[in-house]
């Protein structure tokens, strides 16, 4: 909890608050020091501190994410509920998807904590409204602006998934009901914090899917990506979603996400001879004695290598600038050498010249990582390169040398490593960039924010694009699981409907068709909505029954999150995640929202005339 709290004295939020570069840096410095380990989790329990008005959650990750990241109709909203009496209406919105993204069946739900962190520290500065003053028409009253100092999110209530699970379309990810006018303002907000977040997290789910539990995958996406907020989001959503690192520095650092990076082809091509090293020592591992002359050590083993029967055939003269470079960074980096071998022929020069190297590590106590593929025909080059590391070993009793990791990313997407899946290669991990990070098979997920319901009455949005229509009312939401343990369907129901119970017979609908339906047993029974935000203010509007799950509950930190999405994606039924025609998971509604849902149709429908 101590993480992601300050005092209310501000020194978080008014630092945050501050203008230009250095409230920028102010605010994420104030994160990084409030974050231990992946801590990313905590949020306050308003309903049960004495002192909830003096603490505050920490600000978003991202200073731009503040009250005035909103589209201006919002804004022009906010003053006509206000000018019309209708700003403490008591609204529900439901914040949903229509679509599974990618072709797919499902979707990992991302995003939830920044949406928290903004909501907590929602408010309008003096700066935020004389600026609002100036683009807002000349017409509005002084009164309003007024108003807007003293709003915040006190009287909100969200209700959601938590982070990390699996989500479905039509089913609300995030509930968030309180006076309309604040509701209303933070409709583009929530739906900018969580549509990529959601997005790039299923995107980096699908590529561990079919990469395997096994192998290694590292997010290199940050010079790709759309600008540097989207590239530190990628990183800790394609953390989320199941890659294992990332070359992103700056989102290893805010979230202790371990990173990774060797070198590069300028690094390789900047050296000439090997007479570019000057100092070449280097000491054993264990201290023992120290070799005064690395590079005639590595050039000794390429010798024996060029003279051996059983790789003489393979190489015979290799690129010397490479080697001066492989032996350069290997005397840089003794205990973590991994060699980029494709700059100029990756079977005739790059992987000798790699062995030659890992070869004179191994005489002196170290193990070399392994080597990059950057370009080629990777399935071929990585069983090639295995082969010749075997050798390798056996030729010169080098244990450990045909165990090196082979990393290979070359644009690599799904498709790749379906490919390579096929053609058996010897790839231990990959480095995905561009089509992870820009979600090129999809960019955006389409994510809604919808007035569900006023006052207690229930609102519907009608269209003739079934997709579009929705869901009227507040609504509950279960998961039913079938006798293997796997989800069968999620049942949206109204408040007053009675909760399924484990072993009765309930008839599922689909929201919009009368012939599709079907009777469910239950082996386990699972409320998919909690409460992660309530403002200590916040009330039901009289005759509703409060939830039983409405208590706050605390965010989970990020490792935590990472391996729920595990455990969510795993707990699917196969034909539900495959990636060729995947089955659709069901969406189902109670009789009663059925009928009412057809009700209300009929009521707020035109009724057409025929002349």
């Given at each position: 909890m101590d993480g992601i709290l300050s005092n209310g004295n501000g020194s978080v939020e008014g630092r945050a608050r501050k203008q230009g570069p250095t409230g920028e840096l102010a605010a994420v410095e104030s994160l990084a020091d409030g974050l231990t380990g992946a801590r990313l989790g905590g949020a306050l329990d308003h309903a049960d501190s004495a002192d909830a008005e003096e603490r505050r959650v920490l600000p978003p990750t991202d200073p731009m994410v503040t009250s005035l990241l909103t589209d201006m109709y919002q804004l022009t909203m906010a003053y006509a509920y206000w000018k019309a009496q209708k700003h403490n209406d008591h609204a529900v919105f439901d914040l949903l998807f229509r679509k599974n993204p990618f072709g797919g069946e499902y979707t990992l739900f991302?995003?939830?904590?920044?949406?928290?962190?903004?909501?907590?520290?929602?408010?309008?500065?003096?700066?935020?409204?004389?600026?609002?003053?100036?683009?807002?028409?000349?017409?509005?009253?002084?009164?309003?602006?007024?108003?807007?100092?003293?709003?915040?999110?006190?009287?909100?209530?969200?209700?959601?998934?938590?982070?990390?699970?699996?989500?479905?379309?039509?089913?609300?990810?995030?509930?968030?009901?309180?006076?309309?006018?604040?509701?209303?303002?933070?409709?583009?907000?929530?739906?900018?914090?969580?549509?990529?977040?959601?997005?790039?997290?299923?995107?980096?789910?699908?590529?561990?899917?079919?990469?395997?539990?096994?192998?290694?995958?590292?997010?290199?996406?940050?010079?790709?990506?759309?600008?540097?907020?989207?590239a530190v989001s990628a990183s800790r959503y394609c953390f989320m979603g199941g890659f294992d690192a990332t070359s992103n520095v700056e989102a290893g650092r805010i979230f202790s996400i371990p990173v990774k990076g060797t070198h590069s082809h300028a690094f390789v091509s900047s050296f000439l001879t090997l007479d570019e090293i000057k100092e070449r020592s280097l000491p054993a591992a264990d201290g023992s004695h120290v070799c005064r002359d690395f590079v005639a050590l590595v050039l000794s083993f390429l010798h024996r290598m060029q003279e051996s029967e059983k790789l003489r055939d393979l190489f015979a003269e290799t690129n010397q600038s490479e080697l001066a470079a492989f032996v350069s960074y290997a005397l840089a980096f003794p205990t973590h050498f991994q060699a980029l071998v494709d700059t100029y022929d990756v079977l005739r020069s790059g992987v000798p010249n790699y062995c030659a190297v890992a070869l004179a590590l191994h005489q002196l106590g170290y193990r070399a990582l392994g080597i990059r593929l950057d370009s080629g025909d990777l399935a071929y080059l990585s069983q090639q390169a295995r082969l010749f590391l075997r050798q390798c070993e056996a030729l010169f009793q080098a244990e450990g040398l045909s165990a090196a990791v082979i990393t290979a990313s070359s644009d690599i997407n799904e498709a790749t490593l379906e490919a390579l899946n096929k053609q058996g290669h010897e790839i231990d991990a990959f480095g995905i960039g561009t089509h992870l990070v820009t979600c090129v098979k999809q960019p955006a997920l389409g994510c809604v924010y919808k007035l569900v319901e006023i006052n207690g009455q229930p609102r519907i949005k009608l269209s003739q694009d079934f997709d579009k229509v929705t869901i009227p009312g507040k609504k509950s939401c279960y998961r039913l699981y079938g006798r293997e343990g796997y989800p069968l369907v999620d049942l949206l129901m109204m408040p007053s409907d009675l909760q399924p119970q484990v072993g009765e017979r309930i008839l599922c609908r689909h929201p919009f068709s009368?012939?599709?339906?079907?009777?469910?047993?239950?082996?386990?029974?699972?409320?998919?909505?909690?409460?992660?935000?309530?403002?200590?203010?916040?009330?039901?509007?009289?005759?509703?029954?409060?939830?039983?799950?409405?208590?706050?509950?605390?965010?989970?930190?990020?490792?935590?999150?990472?391996?729920?999405?595990?455990?969510?994606?795993?707990?699917?039924?196969?034909?539900?995640?495959?990636?060729?025609?995947?089955?659709?998971?069901?969406?189902?509604?109670?009789?009663?929202?059925?009928?009412?849902?057809?009700?209300?149709?009929?009521?707020?429908?035109?009724?057409?005339?025929?002349?």
């Open positions: 991302a995003g939830l904590e920044e949406c928290v962190r903004f909501v907590a520290n929602f408010r309008f500065s003096p700066a935020d409204v004389q600026y609002l003053r100036t683009i807002m028409p000349p017409s509005c009253e002084d009164a309003f602006f007024d108003y807007l100092l003293t709003v915040d999110c006190s009287c909100i209530r969200i209700m959601a998934l938590p982070e990390g699970y699996v989500a479905f379309p039509r089913v609300p990810l995030m509930r968030v009901e309180g006076p309309l006018l604040v509701a209303q303002l933070l409709e583009t907000t929530l739906l900018v914090l969580v549509n990529y977040a959601s997005l790039v997290a299923t995107n980096a789910a699908r590529h561990r899917q079919v990469a395997g539990p096994k192998k290694m995958l590292f997010e290199f996406g940050l010079r790709r990506a759309q600008g540097p907020d989207g009368q012939s599709k339906r079907a009777f469910v047993v239950p082996h386990r029974v699972e409320p998919l909505y909690r409460c992660f935000w309530r403002g200590r203010q916040f009330t039901l509007p009289e005759g509703q029954v409060e939830e039983e799950s409405a208590g706050v509950e605390r965010l989970p930190t990020l490792v935590e999150v990472r391996e729920r999405c595990r455990e969510q994606i795993t707990g699917l039924r196969p034909d539900h995640i495959r990636g060729l025609n995947p089955t659709p998971y069901k969406i189902s509604v109670t009789d009663r929202l059925y009928n009412f849902i057809q009700d209300l149709w009929m009521t707020e429908a035109p009724v057409g005339q025929l002349v």
